[in-house]
């Protein structure tokens, strides 16, 4: 079965620091990888996906993601931390529904 | 930019009630999906509707609930009598096509069963 496992549930930075977000995937096919970020009292919104070619894809407000195969792993980076970043971050597959992972709140200190 | 619309924004029923949630998904999309989040917990998988039928459903979608597309624009996910657990956030989304397209999201509809 398809799932993926976020590492650390809870990630505090300092403003300006880099961003790492784990996310280790288990799938017997391709996986179509996704990273979500959701915003106190809103809906999910889409960061970024990875579905074939360039292993190395970026998303909005600076973040990217690189999927390595040998790995298993689709972690989320961001250079330099915002205060504006500070969020519930979530990576999903995609089976045609979304698999979501548990989830990793990001907290960004001034 | 058009945009997944959920109504209502929160909804307070007494348990053994029956609610409506409903959702306006992107107009030209053709997948639609149901989704919750309990809180401090992950976002579920309800259930997912294409071509005016259920195409999937998880093991939480259970005979107290229905889906249906009632028109051409709404869609709606029924809870025929609330329990306490039921309480959530509920997320609709849709998209244009299934695996590598994205998901859009709804802002939800937060659920509360007294």
């Known amino acids: 079965a398809q799932s993926v496992t976020q590492l650390g549930s809870h990630v505090s930075v300092s403003e300006g620091a880099l961003v790492l977000l784990r996310c280790n995937y288990s799938?017997?096919?391709?996986?179509?990888l996704f990273w979500y970020v959701q915003y106190p009292n809103q809906g999910l919104q889409l960061l970024l996906k990875?579905?074939?070619?360039?292993?190395l894809v970026k998303g909005i407000n600076g973040f990217e993601a690189e999927f390595k195969k040998s790995e298993t792993s689709f972690h989320l980076t961001k250079p330099s931390a915002h205060m504006s970043d500070a969020a519930e971050y979530f990576c999903?597959?995609?089976?045609?529904?979304?698999?979501f992972g548990a989830g990793t709140r990001l907290t960004v200190k001034p | 930019e058009p945009e997944v619309t959920q109504t209502p924004s929160h909804q307070v029923t007494q348990m053994g009630q029956e609610v409506i949630l409903r959702c306006v998904p992107i107009?030209?999309?053709?997948?639609f999906y149901w989704y919750r989040q309990i809180l401090g917990q992950k976002v579920e998988f309800l259930v997912s509707?294409?071509?005016?039928?259920?195409?999937?459903k998880s093991e939480i979608f259970d005979d107290q609930f229905s889906v249906e597309r009632p028109d051409g624009s709404n869609f709606t996910l029924k809870i025929r009598s609330t329990k306490l657990e039921d309480s959530a956030m509920y997320f609709c989304?849709?998209?244009?096509?299934?695996?590598?397209?994205?998901?859009?999201f709804g802002p939800g509809t937060r659920l509360t069963v007294t």
């Open positions: 989304a849709s998209s244009p096509g299934l695996r590598t397209y994205e998901q859009y």
């Open positions: 990875y579905t074939t070619g360039a292993t």
């Open positions: 799938s017997s096919v391709p996986p179509y």
């Open positions: 999903a597959v995609s089976l045609g529904d979304m698999r």
């Open positions: 107009s030209n999309h053709l997948y």
């Open positions: 509707f294409y071509n005016n039928e259920i195409s999937e």
